[in-house]
């Protein structure tokens, strides 16, 4: 079935710095999702990415919709301590079925 | 957005035993999916309810394990029938508000006996 290969899997960061992680596919996608998902939460939509070669940003997070439709990557600048947790990419072929990534987890190092 | 909430929250039971969950959308909406996420894992989607027609079932997902309810466009419910431990889980909802996006609610962390 289809798959989105999302990485790293896990990153360990000291605060302050910035963070990129992204999501590949072998399939075209007509949306790209970010989301974020603390411990006892479900997920929370970040950025919402509709066009190919999109730019957008959400305060500190900048997220982009790959020029080919495969690909996306989630920056997030500055980082601090509230930004621990799991971040999915998700990809939309239609308008009722989603494809998440495995889940990126940031670790802030103190 | 939509404001989403689940009941219950998390629950503990027995195998053997069935639990309904239960989610509200503060919103009317056309489509209401139901989620599951593995202890560590990702999101799988276990179907797709729309409002006065069958539910549509993923690949490895059965009505008789799973059925679900969705009585009218602000609410669904999914039922975990014959528990075992193997479905202990999280289980969320989601809806589309706007075409091609989705938001969950909190979700419910069941673990079975």
């Known amino acids: 079935g289809q798959q989105l290969n999302q990485s790293p899997q896990s990153m360990f960061i000291q605060e302050g710095e910035d963070v990129s992680m992204n999501c590949t596919s072998s399939?075209?996608?007509?949306?790209w999702l970010w989301y974020k998902q603390e411990p006892g939460e479900g997920p929370v939509l970040l950025i919402a990415?509709?066009?190919?070669?999109e730019l957008t940003s959400n305060g500190r997070l900048t997220a982009q919709f790959g020029i080919t439709r495969k690909d996306s990557f989630l920056n997030i600048s500055a980082s601090i301590p509230s930004d621990v947790g799991i971040y999915f990419c998700?990809?939309?072929?239609?308008?009722?079925?989603?494809?998440f990534g495995k889940g990126t987890r940031l670790h802030i190092l103190p | 957005s939509a404001v989403i909430s689940q009941k219950p929250s998390r629950d503990i039971c027995q195998r053997g035993t069935s639990l309904t969950i239960q989610c509200q959308v503060d919103s009317q909406v056309t489509m209401m999916f139901w989620y599951r996420q593995q202890p560590g894992q990702s999101l799988t989607l276990i179907a797709t309810?729309?409002?006065?027609?069958?539910?549509?079932?993923e690949s490895g997902f059965v009505i008789d394990k799973f059925p679900i309810s969705r009585p009218n466009l602000t609410f669904s419910t999914l039922t975990v029938s014959n528990m075992s431990p193997e479905d202990s889980s999280i289980y969320l909802c989601?809806?589309?508000?706007?075409?091609?996006?989705?938001?969950f609610g909190p979700g419910t962390r069941l673990l079975v006996l």
């Open positions: 990415l509709y066009k190919a070669g």
């Open positions: 998700a990809g939309l072929q239609s308008h009722d079925k989603i494809i």
């Open positions: 989601s809806v589309d508000v706007r075409q091609e996006t989705q938001y």
């Open positions: 309810a729309n409002q006065g027609s069958e539910a549509t079932y």
């Open positions: 399939s075209i996608f007509n949306t």
